[in-house]
C-alpha cells in the first residue's frame, strides 16, 4: 500500500475553511484515498474517499491531484467539533479484507 | 442512524484474567473488525471476520486473542489471558459488502489491566 505523509498539525480558525494536505506520491493506478476522524478518543469516523476526480458530501470535500500524488480534505466551515485527528489512507479498492492502516494523522485544532 | 454499539465502555481487569468484549455491529454488515489504539500511539488493525470466520489478522492477534460471533447480532473479542500491555482501547468496526474501507467504528473499549 502507498505510504501516506501528512503535517502532524494544523489550526484553523473556526468559520473558515480548513485544508488538510495529503503526499501519496507511491499511489498506483488501483489504489483509492480515504479520510478518516477520530474525534478526543472515539472511534474513527468515515469521512470521504476518491479515486482520481473530486467528491464532495454533506461533512467535506476532496480533492486529487491529477497525477494522484497529492490530495487535500477540505472542510468548508470548520467548527469547533471538528477538532480531530485526521487521518489520510490509501489502500488498493478490493484488497485483503478491508482492515484500515492507520498513520499518524493531522491533528486539526479549530479555534474560535 | 445505524451505528455499531460496544460494551462495556471501560473494563478494568487483572493482569492474567480472561476478558470479553463485546459489540453489537449495525445489522446489515457482513464484514466485522476489531482494532485496538494504546494511549497516545495508532489506531492498529487486530482482525477482520467474514463468514463466520477470521478472513485476516495482524501479528498483534495471537493465541491469546479469539473473536466469535455467537449469534446473528454480537461479535467478541476475548483475550484469554491479559497482559499490562494489552491495556488500550479496542474498537470494533463492520462494513457493508461492497465499500472495502468504508467502516463504522464503534465508541470503544477502554481495557486497563492492572
Known amino acids: 500500500d502507498a505510504k501516506t505523509t501528512q503535517p502532524p498539525s494544523m489550526d484553523c480558525a473556526e468559520g473558515r475553511a480548513a485544508n488538510l494536505p495529503c503526499n501519496h506520491s507511491t499511489i498506483s493506478g488501483n489504489e483509492y484515498v480515504y479520510w478518516y476522524r477520530q474525534i478526543h478518543s472515539q472511534g474513527p469516523q468515515y469521512i470521504i474517499h476518491g479515486l482520481k476526480n473530486n467528491e464532495t458530501n454533506e461533512m467535506a470535500s476532496l480533492i486529487i491531484t491529477e497525477d494522484r500524488k497529492s490530495s487535500t480534505l477540505i472542510l468548508p466551515h470548520a467548527t469547533l467539533r471538528d477538532t480531530a485527528v485526521y487521518y489520510c489512507i490509501v489502500r488498493y479498492y478490493g484488497g485483503s479484507q478491508g482492515n484500515l492502516i492507520f498513520g499518524k494523522g493531522t491533528k486539526l485544532s479549530v479555534k474560535p | 442512524e445505524p451505528e455499531v454499539t460496544q460494551t462495556p465502555s471501560h473494563q478494568v481487569t487483572q493482569m492474567g484474567q480472561e476478558v470479553i468484549l463485546r459489540c453489537v455491529p449495525i445489522?446489515?454488515?457482513?464484514?466485522f473488525y476489531w482494532y485496538r489504539q494504546i494511549l497516545g500511539q495508532k489506531v492498529e488493525f487486530l482482525v477482520s471476520f467474514y463468514n463466520n470466520e477470521i478472513s485476516e489478522k495482524s501479528e498483534i492477534f495471537d493465541d491469546q486473542f479469539s473473536v466469535e460471533r455467537p449469534d446473528g447480532s454480537n461479535f467478541t473479542l476475548k483475550i484469554r489471558s491479559t497482559k499490562l500491555e494489552d491495556s488500550a482501547m479496542y474498537f470494533c468496526?463492520?462494513?457493508?459488502?461492497?465499500?472495502?474501507?468504508?467502516?463504522?467504528f464503534g465508541p470503544g473499549t477502554r481495557l486497563t489491566v492492572t
Open positions: 468496526a463492520s462494513r457493508e459488502q461492497v465499500i472495502f474501507y468504508e467502516q463504522y
Open positions: 445489522s446489515n454488515h457482513l464484514y
